[in-house]
């Protein structure tokens, strides 16, 4: 069967051997002043079977080595078509072993924040485990299941990051609506550290977005502006709008972040030095907020002077159409 198959790719040498052999023929058969005879034909059509013959198995026994040795990286093609197909392959497997990379990578990154959610998650049940043990205080219950659901929620909406485009619906959204609601969520907390909230909303201020994303990308801002800020501190929830875009803006009188630490907020796992000096952290509330933000078409940028302020913006560009994609088909990425 291999043998059949090897004559069929090679029919076009054994046509062109063909054919060549004819043409000699019938310009010597029709040349006057040469005389063919019948076993000068044959002679020459012998050693022509003959040519073929060796040619056929010289290209047979180099295809079979090919064959053998066709992962080894030193292998030389037979053709321009195998060079073409080899290179072809090479790169499909160097686009494989990046796409694997990217898998294990993306399994590690999941791993870590499983760890590190499973260790954050254990502190608000340990102290309501001693709460069981002494006289149960409701404001600190209430405070320590807050903790708990914020971290559930920060499970599920990392474990839905990846399949974002099929849970989304794009609506007008009233900024000042939903800051009042994420405000009312924390104003335990609020009050608790007797963190002043000053409002400065545009209640006519509509931005194209997910109301429930975007809620969590508020909710994850002031969340972090009350981790960070201290007693008596003071936070400020203000819209601006330009030409050019719409804005959501808080800012906290809290620590700060390092200069050093600013440019990497947003990353995956990124704790900092706050983070790491002042409570455990999981390094992905920020994170979370920016990837769902650029799903949806914003993006938030951030600036701070350690010790003074933190100033996150929400940042909604006007030439961004969130209804046209989905008129069009295409979801965010």
Request: glycine content about 4%.
């Given at each position: ?256 972040i390092e200069p050093k630490d600013l440019p990497r907020i947003f990353n995956r796992g990124f ?63």
């Open positions: 069967m291999r043998g059949w198959r090897f004559l069929q790719y090679e029919l076009p040498y054994l046509v062109l051997f063909a054919v060549a052999y004819m043409i000699i023929a019938i310009v010597s058969f029709t040349d006057p002043e040469t005389a063919w005879s019948r076993e000068t034909f044959l002679y020459t059509l012998l050693l022509m079977l003959l040519l073929v013959a060796g040619f056929l198995v010289h290209r047979y026994l180099r295809n079979v080595h090919a064959i053998k040795h066709m992962q080894d990286e030193d292998a030389e093609p037979l053709s321009l078509e195998a060079e073409a197909y080899q290179e072809a392959i090479a790169a499909l497997e160097k686009e494989h072993i990046r796409a694997l990379n990217s898998v294990r990578a993306q399994q590690n990154e999941y791993y870590d924040f499983i760890l590190s959610w499973f260790h954050e998650i254990k502190t608000p049940i340990s102290v309501l485990r001693l709460m069981q043990q002494t006289e149960i205080d409701p404001k600190s219950l209430e405070e320590e299941l807050s903790r708990i659901e914020h971290y559930v929620d920060q499970a599920l909406y990392y474990a839905k990051l990846d399949s974002f485009n099929q849970d989304y619906e794009i609506r007008n959204c009233t900024l000042e609506q939903l800051v009042k609601d994420a405000v009312r969520t924390h104003s335990k907390t609020f009050i608790s550290k007797r963190i002043r909230i000053v409002l400065q909303l545009d209640p006519a201020l509509v931005v194209q977005s997910d109301p429930k994303w975007l809620q969590f990308i508020i909710h994850q801002l002031i969340t972090n502006s009350l981790k960070y800020t201290p007693d008596q501190g003071e936070i400020t929830v203000a819209t601006r709008s330009t030409a050019q875009e719409k804005q959501l803006v808080l800012r906290d009188s809290g620590i700060g704790t900092g030095s706050n983070g790491r000096s002042h409570m455990k952290s999981t390094g992905m509330g920020l994170y979370l907020a920016q990837a769902l933000s650029n799903k949806l078409g914003h993006y938030i940028t951030a600036t701070s002077a350690v010790g003074a302020f933190t100033e996150m913006v929400i940042h909604f560009p006007r030439n961004h159409d969130p209804f046209l994609q989905v008129v069009k088909g295409v979801g965010p990425d």
